[in-house]
């Protein structure tokens, strides 16, 4: 599903890792290799994609737009570097930690150089709106982080206290992502706060969904499970078990993952990790942190109804596919072109032009792949007196020439004026049926 938005943004989306590149770059030497070693770890980059889908989905992605998604991913990036240094975290995405790779000085210090670029690009925007969006954003952070200190001194806390630390810790980032980019289009009021509330409770179902992860025996993830655990960080899925359990299971289950989380070595690591994961299941945690990011689910779709459908919100939406179907069933009338059908469709259905001339030509395969499979079964091939190599090559230069013709209109649609070219065809018909 992700890949799909990020097909619709991809144009934008080029320019944004442009900002965001050239913002981490510095001529001091062992600074600019450590914003280098931050970027080629980069992660999926969910922040800066919804910052140009809220805009999308408003009024259209600005220039204002790709500075604001490149501030916001600076500040997400730098409160991970000070939040490895705080937690004492040895790895990031699978790398060392930059506190790790260097020091904890210098992991600090360039967290705050990304914090000072960061509001140098938000400073070029000009826009007070998006600066106070930024400003709560970072005071709610470190709320959160300091909140999440305090809490993990005594290990385990309220459902109540585990919620209000994910808001302020990975929801408000959700948040300000959503609302900076619909003011960054210049969306109105009331766009912006249902985009704020869509972030927040996308950010809580981002957080959970981690969270219920970590208790995963599944090793393809990307990363190990059970850190949380491991780091003396009480999640959902065990708070919501310990609330269901007995004296002596919670008197157990916290005595083993207390002695995980101080590394004692009077412990089988696997086997208390295990124990916990059993329990976790057999007081239904997992189950019961799934029921409430369902609930946050549909509150943030619930938060888009506002909004009309378009390709930002949904891609490209049930009746806009329907559209170009049923315009695409006019290009059996002869002199009509299938190709400028669809696009033509699409267009008027509000579809972006670079997505439709896509999905174009990736439905030109369907016909040609129906046709092949009718000659098959006619025996057609059979019956030819080609040679092998004929038709490899043959094969090859089609493949090679539509490749080239592809993207040469691809490249048209997206950046050509139309009008032109619909004016040409409207004079080509109106001659064919005088003269012809």
């Given at each position: 599903?992700?890949?799909?938005?990020h097909?619709?943004i991809?144009t934008?989306?080029?320019?944004?890792?442009i900002?965001?590149?050239?913002?981490?770059?510095?001529?001091?030497p062992?600074?600019?290799?450590?914003?280098?070693?931050?970027h080629?770890?980069?992660?999926k980059?969910?922040?800066?994609i919804?910052?140009?889908?809220?805009a999308?989905?408003?009024?259209?992605?600005?220039?204002k737009t790709?500075k604001t998604a490149?501030?916001?991913e600076?500040?997400?990036?730098?409160?991970l570097?000070?939040?490895?240094v705080?937690d004492n975290?040895?790895?990031?995405r699978?790398?060392?930690?930059?506190?790790?790779?260097?020091?904890n000085k210098?992991?600090?210090?360039?967290g705050?150089?990304m914090?000072?670029?960061?509001?140098?690009?938000l400073?070029a925007?000009?826009?007070?709106t998006?600066?106070s969006i930024?400003?709560?954003?970072?005071?709610?952070?470190?709320?959160?982080e300091i909140?999440q200190?305090?809490?993990?001194?005594s290990?385990w806390?309220?459902?109540?206290q585990?919620?209000?630390?994910?808001?302020?810790?990975?929801?408000?980032?959700?948040?300000?992502?959503?609302e900076a980019?619909?003011?960054?289009?210049?969306?109105t009021?009331?766009?912006?706060?249902?985009?704020?509330?869509?972030g927040?409770?996308?950010?809580?179902?981002?957080?959970?969904?981690?969270d219920?992860?970590?208790?995963s025996?599944?090793?393809?993830?990307?990363?190990p499970t059970?850190?949380?655990i491991?780091?003396?960080?009480?999640?959902?899925?065990?708070?919501?078990?310990?609330?269901r359990?007995n004296?002596?299971?919670?008197a157990h289950i916290?005595e083993?993952?207390?002695?995980l989380?101080?590394k004692?070595?009077?412990i089988?690591?696997?086997?208390?990790?295990?124990?916990?994961r059993?329990?976790?299941?057999r007081?239904?945690?997992?189950?019961y942190?799934?029921?409430?990011?369902d609930?946050?689910r549909?509150?943030?779709?619930?938060?888009l109804?506002i909004?009309?459908?378009?390709?930002y919100?949904?891609?490209?939406?049930y009746w806009?596919a329907?559209a170009?179907?049923?315009?695409q069933?006019?290009?059996?009338?002869?002199g009509l072109?299938?190709?400028?059908?669809?696009?033509?469709?699409?267009?008027i259905c509000?579809?972006?032009r670079?997505?439709?001339?896509?999905f174009?030509?990736?439905?030109?395969?369907v016909?040609?792949?129906g046709e092949?499979?009718?000659?098959?079964?006619?025996?057609?091939?059979?019956?030819s007196?080609?040679?092998?190599?004929?038709?490899v090559l043959?094969?090859?230069?089609a493949?090679?020439s539509?490749l080239f013709?592809?993207?040469?209109m691809v490249?048209l649609?997206?950046?050509?004026?139309?009008s032109?070219f619909?004016?040409?065809?409207?004079?080509?018909?109106?001659?064919?049926?005088?003269?012809?």
């Amino acid at each position: 599903m992700m890949k799909d938005f990020h097909s619709v943004i991809q144009t934008e989306f080029r320019q944004f890792e442009i900002e965001f590149a050239n913002a981490l770059h510095s001529d001091n030497p062992l600074l600019n290799e450590a914003l280098d070693y931050i970027h080629t770890q980069r992660g999926k980059q969910l922040r800066p994609i919804l910052v140009l889908l809220s805009a999308g989905v408003c009024r259209g992605i600005t220039d204002k737009t790709i500075k604001t998604a490149a501030s916001m991913e600076l500040m997400h990036t730098a409160s991970l570097v000070h939040d490895d240094v705080v937690d004492n975290s040895p790895t990031r995405r699978g790398h060392k930690a930059v506190h790790e790779q260097w020091s904890n000085k210098v992991a600090i210090l360039v967290g705050d150089y990304m914090l000072a670029r960061s509001i140098g690009l938000l400073s070029a925007i000009h826009s007070n709106t998006i600066l106070s969006i930024a400003s709560e954003m970072t005071a709610a952070l470190t709320s959160g982080e300091i909140l999440q200190l305090h809490t993990n001194q005594s290990m385990w806390i309220s459902e109540e206290q585990y919620l209000r630390i994910i808001e302020r810790k990975t929801a408000c980032l959700f948040s300000a992502c959503s609302e900076a980019g619909a003011a960054s289009s210049g969306a109105t009021t009331r766009q912006q706060i249902a985009l704020r509330q869509f972030g927040t409770y996308l950010g809580m179902c981002f957080q959970l969904k981690d969270d219920i992860f970590d208790f995963s025996d599944i090793e393809d993830l990307g990363k190990p499970t059970m850190n949380d655990i491991r780091d003396g960080k009480a999640t959902l899925p065990i708070i919501k078990s310990l609330q269901r359990a007995n004296k002596d299971e919670v008197a157990h289950i916290k005595e083993i993952a207390e002695a995980l989380a101080s590394k004692s070595s009077h412990i089988d690591v696997f086997e208390a990790e295990q124990e916990i994961r059993s329990f976790v299941l057999r007081y239904d945690g997992i189950r019961y942190a799934t029921q409430l990011m369902d609930k946050y689910r549909a509150k943030a779709i619930e938060a888009l109804k506002i909004f009309p459908e378009n390709v930002y919100r949904n891609g490209i939406s049930y009746w806009q596919a329907f559209a170009v179907g049923l315009g695409q069933s006019f290009a059996v009338i002869p002199g009509l072109s299938r190709s400028g059908t669809t696009i033509s469709t699409g267009l008027i259905c509000g579809v972006r032009r670079e997505v439709m001339a896509q999905f174009s030509f990736l439905m030109v395969l369907v016909p040609i792949l129906g046709e092949t499979f009718l000659e098959v079964v006619g025996g057609e091939f059979g019956a030819s007196s080609v040679g092998a190599l004929s038709l490899v090559l043959g094969f090859v230069s089609a493949f090679l020439s539509g490749l080239f013709a592809c993207n040469v209109m691809v490249a048209l649609v997206k950046k050509a004026k139309l009008s032109w070219f619909a004016l040409y065809c409207l004079i080509a018909a109106v001659c064919i049926f005088i003269f012809a």
